[in-house]
């Protein structure tokens, strides 16, 4: 048992490090798409001018390493509807298919179907990913502090906002904020609550990094958000917005649980 559960925390230590290592293979057999050419939205638009005082980016996640599968019959356009209905400000549409069951026809199709605008939540490690999530129709990509050197990020952080995209730099880390605001400032700066490497998350890790984050970010808290009470938590750490996936995913309808997140009984729109 013991030697069971040393296991499997080994093999969650290296997640981060399986994950990239299958994205560099997987990378080489691209086939790039035709160009959807759908119009593309500003993503960091809709968030300043988000529909409540924090705004949310709504994730449609099937399955995560390391939660497993998370939603059985996922459909993922009816899922884009609801939080549409629901006044998410973005989605976020994971691609990844082998350890998140995600697809990038998920993104092209959830883009079709609703007027926000839509992030590509997958592991961006080269340029030729970036191309294709503007192929594709994302309006934004991710890009993650933990995988990438400051200067590979920078470089496709460029080639994004060149290709008319907007990108969620994430971080872990006060260290790797610390490190790539030594070479640029973000416009939108999500700090994920769970630890990649070790899956183990925290809602109050905004906390270390708040400080040091630029007045002109977009400040975003990533992760492990499944209560008002946790919304009320990441906000008063400086949270402008959320991104959630599991706990919207897990409820029959994810317009709803957008309503129970953020405590409200009607429709309304709650920016003052
Ligand atoms: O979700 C995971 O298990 C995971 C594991 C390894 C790398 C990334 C992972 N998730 C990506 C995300 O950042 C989340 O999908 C996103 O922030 C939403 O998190 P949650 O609300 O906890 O589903």
């Known amino acids: 048992m013991i030697i069971f559960k040393q296991l499997l925390e080994k093999r969650k230590k290296n997640m981060l490090n399986t994950i990239l290592k299958h994205k560099k293979e997987e990378i080489l057999q691209i086939k790039m798409p035709n160009d959807e050419n759908i119009q593309n939205r500003s993503f ?33 356009v009816q899922i884009a509807k609801e939080y549409e209905k629901g006044l998410a400000d973005c989605l976020s549409v994971l691609t990844d298919e082998r350890f998140f069951q995600g697809n990038r026809d998920y993104l092209t199709k959830v883009k079709k179907a609703v007027q926000i605008p839509v992030l590509r939540k997958d592991f961006i490690i080269e340029d030729i990913q970036v191309l294709e999530s503007k192929k594709i129709g994302a309006d934004a990509i991710l890009l993650i502090g933990e995988a990438l050197e400051p200067s590979k990020l920078y470089e496709l952080y460029l080639s994004a906002y ?65 209560t008002y009470d946790d919304l009320q938590v990441v906000k008063k750490d400086g949270a402008e917005a959320i991104l959630v996936g599991e706990s919207l995913m897990r409820k029959e309808s994810q317009e709803n649980a957008i309503y129970e997140l953020f405590g409200e009984t009607s429709h309304a729109k709650t920016t003052s």
């Open 162 to 226: 060149e290709k008319g995209m907007d990108v969620l730099v994430e971080v872990h880390s006060y260290e790797t904020l610390s490190n790539l605001l030594a070479l640029f400032t973000p416009k939108i700066i999500g700090v994920n609550n769970r630890d990649l490497t070790t899956f183990k998350t925290d809602i109050r890790q905004l906390q270390h990094c708040v400080e040091i984050i630029p007045n002109e970010s977009i400040v975003v808290s990533e992760s492990g958000i499944h």
């Open 44 to 76: 960091f638009q809709a968030l300043k001018n988000s529909n409540r005082e924090v705004g949310l980016i709504a994730e449609v996640k099937k399955a995560s390493p390391s939660k497993g599968l998370i939603k059985e019959n996922f459909q993922p």
